[in-house]
């Protein structure tokens, strides 16, 4: 029997047994995700999209109830409205027949003044006959010194309101207005962001909310995965890692396609951590690695999230 065959054979093995396992990099096949909150806690009253569905930045993706911010909009214009009515009242400044009636107060002052005037010296002379007592000449007196008054009174009105409305009230009014204004511009960006946009082109991997329900403010209520395809996160080995830098392009597997595909490394963390339990190869369990993300080619159909990845290295 010839022994020589079986004997190179068993050598082989034994070589090939003793040559060290090349080194490989494992991942999977992940997406930058976008979550989406709710700022207000209405209801749901529509939802425009589906798991799913790819979206444009602008897209709707749902809207809430706007009822409540309806009825403090109109409340804010009626106050815009109101404030400007005071406005223009303020620069149109006293109607005619207000500074009319005020002239007439003045003559019906000056012609009180001039009475009670004659009226007390009429009253002197008698108390120089001793015809009158001293105490209606004092109340006599009294009076004239309030109808002198009252001139003072009346023409202090008549000119204000001859002057017209003072320049700073009407700048205070004027505030109020911007005010008024800018509170109306904030309800209406409130209600705006009742309907929920799209913030980037993207697609949509969760509705965690029904038609409905109330989220709460700061809740989630849309997940989206962003770009046209996932990227690779790989865990480069050690050794690898002087060779690979952003803009290497690197050979991948992923499990379902056929063909290898070539990705382009765009980012590559500047730290080792240790291998993750599902990178894990028998070498590799005691070595630190490096996180890489690889942006894959343009595909026609997307790729799915959470495929296995391994890069092929020669």
């Not at 082989?12 to 997406?31: H, K, R, T």
């Not at 005037?117 to 015809?131: S, V």
Request: proline residues 5%; contains cysteine; hydrophobic residues 45%.
């Amino acid at each position: 029997m010839n022994l020589k065959p079986v004997w190179s054979l068993g050598l082989f093995i034994a070589l090939a047994g003793c040559e060290e396992a090349p080194l490989i990099a494992v991942g999977q096949l992940e997406s930058d995700r976008v979550e989406v909150i709710a700022e207000s806690n209405e209801p749901i009253v529509e939802i425009a999209v589906v798991e799913g569905d790819a979206v444009t930045a602008g897209d709707p993706l749902l809207r809430q109830d706007s009822l409540r911010l309806d009825i403090r909009i109109r409340e804010a214009q009626a106050n815009i409205a109101r404030i400007e009515a005071v406005l223009a009242e303020q620069l149109a400044g006293p109607r005619q027949e207000t500074i009319a009636a005020t002239r007439a107060s003045l003559v019906q002052a000056r012609v009180e003044h001039d009475f009670r005037e004659r009226d007390l010296a009429r009253l002197a002379g008698l108390r120089e006959r001793n015809l009158t007592s001293i105490e209606s000449v004092d109340t006599a007196q009294m009076l004239l010194e309030s109808a002198a008054a009252r001139i003072d009174l009346v023409s202090a009105q008549l000119a204000e309101l001859e002057a017209g409305t003072r320049v700073e009230q009407v700048e205070q009014t004027r505030s109020l207005l911007n005010q008024a204004h800018a509170q109306l511009a904030s309800l209406h960006l409130d209600r705006d962001r009742l309907g929920i946009l799209a913030p980037v082109p993207a697609l949509v991997d969760s509705l965690p909310f029904e038609v409905g329900e109330r989220p709460r403010q700061g809740d989630v209520v849309a997940v989206l995965l962003t770009g046209t395809q996932p990227y690779a996160r790989v865990y480069i080995p050690e050794p690898l890692r002087v060779s690979i830098n952003i803009g290497s392009e690197l050979r991948l597997a992923i499990d379902g396609l056929d063909q290898v595909q070539t990705g382009t490394v765009r980012r590559i963390a500047a730290e080792a951590s240790f291998t993750p339990y599902f990178a894990l190869t028998e070498r590799d369990r005691s070595r630190l690695s490096y996180m890489a993300e690889i942006r894959l080619p343009e595909r026609d159909v997307r790729l799915p999230d959470g495929v296995p990845v391994q890069v092929l290295f020669d």
